[in-house]
C-alpha cells in the first residue's frame, strides 16, 4: 500500500521555521520525485517545490525561493521541507505527492504540475501569525 505521510507542521510566528517531513512507503522510492504542494483557504492548490529521488534535481516556486529548501533522505525514503523566514502567506495545508520519474534522452526528468503527482499525503496545516 502506498503512504505518504506528513509531519512537523504547526503554528509558528512570522519570520520563524518550520521543516515538514513526508515518510514515503508502498512503491519503490528512487522511482519517483517527490513534490510539496499547498492550498491556502479559498484558493487553489499549488505547487511549492519539487526534488528527484533519481539524481536530487530540485525545483521551487518563486514564492518560495530563497526561503524554503527540499532535500531528499533517500535511505529513509524521506523528504524534507526546510521553511524558513515564514510570512503570514506561507499560511496553508501542505501536501506531499509522488509522481513517477519520465524516461527521456537517456536520464529521468520530472516535471512538478501537481497533475502528474498520482499518490498524495494527507495534508497538514501549517499556520504563521503576524
Known amino acids: 500500500e502506498v503512504q505518504l505521510v506528513e509531519s512537523g507542521g504547526g503554528l509558528v510566528q512570522a519570520g520563524g521555521s518550520l521543516r515538514l517531513s513526508c515518510a514515503a512507503s508502498g512503491f519503490t522510492f528512487d522511482d519517483y520525485a517527490i513534490g510539496w504542494f499547498r492550498q491556502a483557504p479559498g484558493k487553489e492548490r499549488e505547487e511549492i517545490s519539487c526534488?528527484?529521488?533519481?539524481?536530487?534535481?530540485?525545483m521551487y516556486a518563486d514564492s518560495v525561493k530563497g526561503r524554503f529548501t527540499i532535500s531528499s533522505d533517500n535511505a529513509k525514503n524521506t523528504v524534507y521541507l526546510q521553511m524558513n523566514s515564514l510570512k503570514p502567506e506561507d499560511t496553508a495545508v501542505y501536501y506531499c505527492?509522488?509522481?513517477?520519474?519520465?524516461?527521456?534522452?537517456?536520464?529521468?526528468?520530472?516535471?512538478?504540475?501537481?497533475?502528474?503527482?498520482?499518490?498524495w499525503g494527507q495534508g497538514i496545516q501549517v499556520t504563521v501569525s503576524s
Open positions: 505527492a509522488a509522481g513517477r520519474l519520465l524516461e527521456g534522452g537517456g536520464s529521468y526528468y520530472y516535471v512538478c504540475r501537481q497533475e502528474l503527482f498520482e499518490h
Open positions: 526534488i528527484s529521488s533519481y539524481d536530487g534535481a530540485r
